[in-house]
């Protein structure tokens, strides 16, 4: 166990619908990641945020959206979903420092299914 | 931008060693970090190399040569658990990791 926690494990939508997906990173962790791994591909980095602030964008598309809270949990949003939208999204968190320190750990994800 | 290249699948033997070769081609490079990731489950950092050389932690060890953009995780005296994927990771700035599609690695009795 990590200690970063993610909700829901499961969910199937439609396409068309939109959806949040809900992370609260590991206690004392300031930075929040989000990545994509899709069927039988590499993870995917989405987007970080750093206490509350947008820190890196990767290949996040305009209809996927994210924003860290002040309690420092962190939401993605998914809009207008298509079917290749199914995946695995995973959150993961790393404290401030430098070098080992700035670990990345992942939560358990959350499986997507848009039908 | 980020280049990563690892085997797409390996078979060792229960008890044996295997080495996983990892090159990569990055900008601002920052460290180097190998997860392990079973079939649907989270990744789980498994080493991190800064500086050339081997770092040694129990059964796995991680190797990087930044001059020749080249790390390898080696891991011994496998065991059936080891069955997963072994992902190698680039980090460039702000702390950005770059991920390749990773090392399926099979034990076999």
């Known amino acids: 166990d990590s200690g970063v926690t993610q909700t829901p494990k499961h969910l199937i939508t439609a396409t068309g619908q939109r959806v949040t997906l809900r992370c609260s990173p590991r206690?004392?962790?300031?930075?929040v990641y989000w990545y994509q791994q899709s069927l039988d591909q590499g993870l995917q980095f989405l987007i970080q945020?750093?206490?509350?602030?947008?820190?890196a964008k990767g290949n996040i598309l305009e209809r996927f959206s994210a924003q860290q809270f002040p309690d420092l949990h962190s939401e993605l949003n998914l809009s207008s979903l298509e079917l290749g939208d199914s995946a695995l999204y995973f959150c993961?968190?790393?404290?401030?420092?430098?070098?080992?320190?700035?670990?990345?750990?992942f939560g358990p994800g959350t499986r997507l299914l848009v039908l | 931008g980020q280049n990563i290249d690892q085997p797409t699948e390996m078979t060792a033997t229960e008890g044996a060693i295997v080495q996983i070769n990892c090159t990569y081609q990055t900008s601002g490079f920052n460290g180097l970090f190998w997860y392990q990731q079973h079939a649907g489950e989270a990744p789980t950092f498994l080493s991190y190399n800064v500086l050339d050389g081997l770092e040694e932690k129990g059964r796995f060890s991680s190797f990087l040569s930044r001059s020749k953009g080249y790390s390898y995780l080696l891991l011994k005296e496998l065991q059936m658990k080891d069955s997963a994927s072994y992902l190698c990771?680039?980090?460039?700035?702000?702390?950005?990791?770059?991920f390749g599609t990773g090392t399926q690695l099979k034990v076999e009795l």
């Open positions: 945020y750093y206490n509350g602030e947008e820190r």
């Open positions: 990771a680039p980090r460039g700035g702000g702390n950005k990791l770059t």
């Open positions: 206690s004392g962790d300031l930075s």
């Open positions: 993961a968190s790393s404290a401030p420092g430098e070098g080992v320190q700035e670990t990345q750990y």
